[in-house]
């Protein structure tokens, strides 16, 4: 291998490696839209029930009425929590599956290139 071939295998890796920087910052991206989106799902969910007991406390008319509608708002409101909840774990394999493949794919690139730039011995 001549000093030609070794700068063009070195511009090669190099490209290459910027590529996977770009394509992680990219995956990097998506999984930031889907949590920050689960985010926002759930702080909808606070103000609807914060809503919802606003309301409660202005249109009851006696106390054990208000409180059968809290209990029952709030009951609501814990199992909505917990679905979204459930939602967010299986996000939260999702994401750890995408930075596996990302990570695997990578490193069999880099693996490969290696092989190739290396001589064997």
């Given at each position: 291998?001549?000093?030609?071939?070794?700068?063009?295998?070195?511009?090669?890796?190099?490209?290459?490696?910027?590529?996977?920087?770009?394509?992680?910052?990219?995956?990097?991206?998506?999984?930031?839209?889907?949590?920050?989106?689960r985010q926002v799902d759930v702080m909808n969910l606070a103000v609807e029930h914060g809503v919802r007991l606003a309301k409660l406390a202005?249109?009851?008319?006696?106390?054990?009425?208000?409180?059968?509608?809290?209990?029952?708002?709030?009951?609501?409101?814990?199992?909505?929590?917990?679905?979204?909840?459930?939602?967010?774990?299986?996000?939260?394999?999702?994401?750890?599956?995408?930075?596996?493949?990302?990570?695997?794919?990578?490193?069999?690139?880099?693996?490969?290139?290696?092989?190739?730039?290396?001589?064997?011995?």
């Amino acid at each position: 291998m001549n000093a030609n071939d070794t700068l063009n295998t070195v511009n090669e890796i190099t490209v290459k490696g910027v590529d996977r920087l770009s394509s992680l910052g990219e995956l990097n991206l998506r999984i930031f839209e889907r949590l920050a989106a689960r985010q926002v799902d759930v702080m909808n969910l606070a103000v609807e029930h914060g809503v919802r007991l606003a309301k409660l406390a202005t249109e009851t008319k006696d106390v054990s009425e208000f409180f059968k509608a809290q209990t029952e708002a709030a009951k609501d409101f814990s199992e909505r929590v917990l679905n979204e909840s459930k939602v967010n774990v299986q996000l939260a394999g999702q994401t750890r599956d995408d930075y596996r493949i990302w990570f695997e794919k990578s490193l069999a690139e880099v693996s490969a290139d290696l092989r190739k730039a290396v001589p064997a011995v």
